[in-house]
């Protein structure tokens, strides 16, 4: 059974940036799709982004495109997601999972996720 960790989240003034991290136990996650996604209090949790296992091929969700980059650095069985410009309705718990590049499944249980709190 895969853990997953996330870590980086915080309170930001709007127009801030986070950088939030994801990885693994074990390195399977090397060789898997993976995505973000963000959860607030009262809504689904939704996709974020993706990225292909070789990290050449990033989806976005149109709310974060041109503000959001998700990379990953295989050598170190990590995932990233650079937040930048951000906006109140940016706010939320933030997970990774492994999913297909649609986002719309997941395969391995949650982490705990982290939280991202946009405020002035």
């Known amino acids: 059974q895969v853990r997953l960790v996330e870590s980086g989240g915080g309170l930001v003034q709007p127009g801030g940036s986070l950088r939030l991290s994801c990885t693994s136990s074990?390195?399977?996650?090397?060789?898997?799709?993976m995505g973000w996604f963000r959860q607030t209090p009262g809504k689904e949790r939704e996709f974020v982004a993706t990225i292909s296992a070789g990290g050449s091929v990033p989806r976005y969700a149109d709310s974060v495109k041109g503000r959001f980059t998700i990379s990953r650095d295989n050598d170190r069985n990590m995932v990233y997601l650079q937040m930048t410009k951000l906006k109140p309705e940016d706010t939320g718990v933030y997970y990774c999972?492994?999913?297909?590049?649609?986002?719309?499944?997941?395969?391995?249980?949650w982490g705990q996720g982290t939280q991202v709190i946009v405020s002035s």
């Open positions: 999972n492994r999913t297909p590049l649609d986002g719309s499944t997941w395969t391995w249980d």
């Open positions: 074990g390195r399977t996650i090397n060789r898997n799709v």
